[in-house]
Nanobody, 119 residues
Framework: QVQLVESGGGLVQAGGSLRLSCAAS????????MGWYRQAPGKERELVAT???????NYADSVKGRFTISRDNAKNTVYLQMNSLKPEDTAVYYC?????????????WGQGTQVAVSS
């Protein structure tokens, strides 16, 4: 049974920093792609950053230069370092693990962690 547990959210002033963590269990972590998504009130869930099993990284344009995704396969954990936070970064942040099969893929999600940035 795959479990993803996020931590590190909270309330921060604009310009501040937060570090999110997502610990995975129940799956071979190192061979899967990981990512962070977010959902603001009244909006659809959107991609923030992804990191593949070979450490190929992709960022949303809105967070490039401010956020850094990384993974520690020894700890089965993926991180999101968020710097220079803006009020528009306020959202529930979700950890994602994507497991690839021959003809399809399966997504697993964490429960989400709230990030609130005050102006």
């Amino acid at each position: 049974q795959v479990q993803l547990v996020e931590s590190g959210g909270g309330l921060v002033q604009a310009g501040g920093s937060l570090r999110l963590s997502c610990a995975a269990s129940g799956i071979t972590f190192s061979i899967n792609a990981m990512g962070w998504y977010r959902q603001a009130p009244g909006k659809e869930r959107e991609l923030v950053a992804t990191i593949s099993s070979t450490d190929s990284i992709n960022y949303a344009d809105s967070v490039k230069g401010r956020f850094t995704i990384s993974r520690d396969n020894a700890k089965n954990t993926v991180y999101l370092q968020m710097n220079s936070l803006k009020p528009e970064d306020t959202a529930v942040y979700y950890c994602n693990l994507r497991r690839y099969f021959t003809k399809h893929e399966v997504d697993y999600w964490g429960q989400g962690t709230q990030v609130a940035v005050s102006s």
